[in-house]
């Protein structure tokens, strides 16, 4: 079955660490996207990717990096200047980034912690 | 800019009919959508309304009105099981910009 595969589904992270996210799409989606969302909040938006070896920033992108080298696949590291990175972090996936009715298909999550 | 408005929480009895609006402000738009999230869960995609009117899957349905820049989410015969955050959302010349969601719980 096609899906949004993300990993691990629980992270702990250190003082001074960077942390790397994995999210994997077998939905052959142009357009993918990480999101950030912090207890009774909405989604907001860190980076996006329309395409491979493109990506743009977000509403919240600073303390995070990405990287798309593959259709597949769009890791986030949440660096060590992003000073409160406890959250639940939803990739997500949809065929085109912009327009009409593209519906995003979202793996199960990553909940990051610090230690 | 964009940006979406919902209550943040609605309360409703089992078997019952719900209503859940959505006001939006956006200078591109192509349609509204929504989203279903449960506790600890991943969104699920439930509707998408691009012109005026009702649309309806099953139980739920959903409805916009583009001159008033508003929408909503009707969901009937509530199940135990319908209790989530429901979150709008805007399609338009950006990726899709969500509303801070509705938390729904369903009361026996």
């Known amino acids: 079955d096609g899906g949004i595969t993300q990993s691990p589904k629980y992270l702990f992270r250190k003082e001074g660490q960077n942390v790397t996210l994995s999210c994997e799409q077998n939905?052959?989606?142009?357009?993918m996207y990480w999101y950030r969302q912090d207890p009774g909040q909405g989604l907001r938006l860190i980076y996006y990717s329309q395409i491979v070896n493109d990506f743009q920033k977000g509403d919240i992108a600073e303390g995070y990096s990405v990287s798309r080298e593959k259709k597949e696949s769009f890791p986030l590291t949440v660096t060590s200047a992003q000073k409160n990175p406890t959250a639940f972090y939803l990739c997500?996936?949809?065929?085109?980034?912009?327009?009409?009715?593209?519906?995003?298909?979202f793996g199960d999550g990553t909940r990051l912690s610090i230690l | 800019g964009q940006s979406l408005e919902q209550p943040s929480e609605v309360t409703a009895v089992e078997g019952a009919i719900v209503q859940i609006n959505c006001t939006y402000q956006t200078s591109g738009f192509y349609g509204l959508s929504w989203y279903q999230q449960h506790d600890g869960g991943a969104p699920t995609f439930l509707s998408y309304?691009?012109?005026?009117g009702l649309e309806e899957t099953g139980r739920f349905s959903s409805f916009l009105s583009r001159s008033d820049s508003y929408g909503y989410l009707l969901l009937q015969e509530l199940q135990m099981k319908d209790s989530a955050s429901y979150f709008c959302?805007?399609?338009?010349?950006?990726?899709?910009?969500f509303g801070k969601g509705t938390r729904l719980s369903v009361i026996a």
């Open positions: 959302a805007l399609s338009g010349n950006t990726p899709l910009v």
């Open positions: 309304n691009a012109l005026d």
């Open positions: 939905l052959n989606h142009d357009a």
């Open positions: 997500a996936s949809s065929i085109q980034s912009w327009g009409s009715n593209q519906p995003q298909h």
